[in-house]
């Protein structure tokens, strides 16, 4: 079956630092990537997503791009905030299979000010 | 503005009780979710439901079940629940490629 893998549990950083998340999925389809971001106290809420392969995705100032060569979908941002601190999710969704969503175990980031 | 609630947000039961966990919303979504988050493990999913009376089990669907009478509400339900349930649940519910999760309810079973 389809799997997501986040390899980090928690990264540590202070402001300002380069922010590199890592994922990767197994899939025998064409898959729909996110992220998902979850703030203390909240549920998960979408950050970007990207349908189509070798395409990148831009929110917030975060951006990821669909490797389907390498089957990657790393999370990246040039400068984190203490307002980044949070549950990243990486999840991907199969084409024609009833908008099944399959999650990563989640990076806990946490930004130091 | 799309919002998914779920009652009650905070909930301690003795094992072997029943317990219900209530997601509501109001967009008329046709298909909504329980998952459930431990540490370590993510958002599992426990059940997918494509629209009134039209439920599909999830990856850990042992041990729970749901309803789903009306559009805007979707149930889970443990009957006894046990230990080993102790979680934080959420509920969602997706429109155009995006899922909308309510704020949790935290479950302890003693």
């Known amino acids: 079956g389809d799997s997501v893998t986040q390899k980090q549990g928690q990264v540590t950083l202070s402001e300002d630092d380069f922010l590199f998340i890592n994922c990767t999925y197994s899939?025998?389809?064409?898959?729909?990537l996110f992220w998902y971001v979850q703030y203390p106290g909240q549920g998960p809420q979408l950050l970007l997503k990207?349908?189509?392969?070798?395409n990148k995705g831009i929110s917030r100032g975060f951006e990821a791009t669909y490797d389907k060569g390498t089957t990657s979908f790393h999370l990246q941002k040039a400068s984190v905030q203490e307002s980044d601190s949070a549950v990243y999710f990486c999840a991907l969704v199969e084409r024609n299979m009833g908008y099944k969503l399959t999650f990563g175990t989640g990076t806990s980031l946490l930004v130091d000010p | 503005d799309m919002k998914v609630t779920q009652m009650p947000r905070y909930l301690i039961k003795r094992m072997g009780e029943n317990v219900l966990l209530e997601c509501g919303q109001d967009m008329s979504h046709e298909t909504m979710y329980w998952y459930r988050q431990d540490p370590g493990l993510g958002l599992q999913l426990i059940y997918i439901?494509?629209?009134?009376?039209?439920?599909s089990e999830g990856d850990i669907p042992k041990g729970y079940r749901v309803s789903r009478k009306k559009r805007e509400h979707f149930s889970l339900i443990l009957d006894s629940a046990k230990t080993n349930q102790t979680s934080v649940y959420f509920c969602a519910s997706h429109d155009t490629g995006q899922l909308y999760f309510g704020e949790g309810s935290k479950l302890t079973v003693l």
């Open positions: 439901s494509y629209d009134v009376d039209s439920n």
């Open positions: 990207v349908t189509t392969a070798n």
């Open positions: 899939t025998t389809t064409y898959p729909t």
